[in-house]
């Protein structure tokens, strides 16, 4: 008579079962894992993308509105109403912008001293109080972009030149027509954008 089998799982099915078992959690683990790494490359993606769109917004508003207005520096010195500075670790657009007047001030002036400044791999706006300033002014800052390896600053002049520099020799007060910028990030992207300056 042969012996009859008693119900339930033999110790090497309960092995194949837990093996089978750890398989498919280890194969589901590592989906999710690269799901999540998917979606926070997707996040710095967008935020990346943002960053652009508001920096190239800003840039395209404020050039829109350049004010040919001289201006004193905190140290009483004349600046003329649009400059390109540039440094062996800086580049620098300084100009006069017109703008909507402060709220509930009609009778205010509506313009103010912007600069966008690429330094250290970021990409700066900056907005003075005033106009004329004195010695300790505040001043808001505001980074747009950063990863920056290097930007190029060209401005076209009313005669069809662009040049690197500005203003002109002996004309403080005249702007130029178009600026154009190229910045080049760390990943090797480009950005090249051109903005028509006070129109």
Known sequence: MSAVRAKGFTLIEMLVAIAIFALVG????TGLDRAIAIRRHLGVVRASWEARE???????????????RPVRDSLGAFEPAFVIRRSATATTLVFTAGGPAPFGKTRASNLRRIAYKVTGGRLEWRRWQTLDRAPGTHRATLVLLDHIRRVHLRVLTTDGRYVRSWPLPGQPTQMPRLVRMTIRLDNGHHLRWVFPVGR
């Open 54 to 68: 508001l920096a190239y917004y800003r840039l395209r508003t404020d050039l829109a509105q350049a004010r040919p």
């Open 26 to 29: 280890a194969i589901a683990y």
